[in-house]
């Protein structure tokens, strides 16, 4: 951020951000791709926006997994925090590094410098598809947090581990392995943990009970959001899925073009031009 007042602003956002984790109520926490997509989602009420790495890739023109440069992803994010009023973290992957120290601390502060309250750090690394060491991950979440003192910004830092999607085994050992990491990253000083990929309630309650800090899990079509909320799960994201259901309707809308004389679903405009436009006055 450019000046104080702006930089007190984004203070306040992420101590709010934070207490949302610590509330009654489970932290429904849309994910977004774009200021237009951001815009939607805070007209609708939501308190918190989270970006989607795999949504603003798409958009951008790119594969999911680190393939965008760390300078359109913080151009993106920059965008989205100017649009918005409300806290938005950043789902940055594995930090856009690859392996450089210097270069993972320089997107840190970019980070900050662009608006966002939080962080998604993910454990596997793009490259191998296997987790990172643990003293590796470990590291990271350290500087981030040492940064993030320096800066005077409180970054939530939500540690993510891909131990359901990563690691070999059965249910038992992913489990094993997935509270091994989160209880390491909470050592390190994660203000919560990401666990995506989890299927089954009955392991998402595994997971509640076993872990100390607040649980971020991914919507999946098997889970039941009634269900989370009575888990008292802090935090449900919903990842790649608002985008790839935005696409869906768009291909729709290319197939009802293409084929024939109904044009009628680009005038489902709940949405209208006017109310589009003032969102960015």
């Known amino acids: 951020m450019t000046n104080e007042s702006n930089t007190l602003t984004q203070i306040e956002l992420a101590e ?116 990172n060491k643990i003293t590796h991950q470990v590291g990271l979440i350290r500087r981030v947090k040492e940064i993030c003192k320096q800066r005077g910004v409180n970054l939530f830092v939500n540690a993510r581990t891909d131990a359901f999607m990563a690691v070999p085994g059965d249910l038992d050992t992913r489990r094993k392995i997935a509270l091994e990491r989160a209880d390491a990253f909470e050592q390190a000083g994660a203000d919560g943990i990401f666990v995506p990929f989890i299927r089954n309630m009955e392991t998402v309650a595994f997971l509640k009970e076993h872990i100390h800090l607040p649980l971020n899990i991914l919507m999946e079509e098997s889970l039941d959001i009634a269900g989370l909320r009575k888990l008292k799960v802090n935090r449900v994201s919903t990842g790649s899925k608002p985008i790839l259901a935005t696409m869906s309707l768009l291909k729709k809308i290319a197939a009802a073009l293409g084929s024939g004389d109904d044009w009628s679903p680009i005038f489902t405009n709940d949405t209208s031009y006017a109310e589009a436009n003032k969102w960015y006055a």
């Open 16 to 131: 709010r951000f934070h207490a949302l984790h610590h509330g009654e109520n489970t932290l429904v926490l849309p994910n977004v791709w774009d200021c237009a997509s951001a815009k939607i989602f805070e007209e609708a009420g939501f308190s918190a926006l989270a970006t989607t790495s795999s949504g603003i890739s798409f958009s951008c023109g790119y594969q999911d997994g680190e393939h965008i440069s760390p300078a359109l992803m913080l151009e993106v994010v920059r965008r989205i925090t100017r649009t918005v009023k409300i806290p938005v973290t950043a789902d940055i992957e594995g930090g856009y590094a690859k392996g450089d120290k210097a270069a993972f601390s320089q997107f840190i502060n970019g980070i900050i410098e662009a608006g966002a309250v939080g962080v998604n750090l993910e454990d596997r690394n793009a490259q191998t598809g296997k987790l």
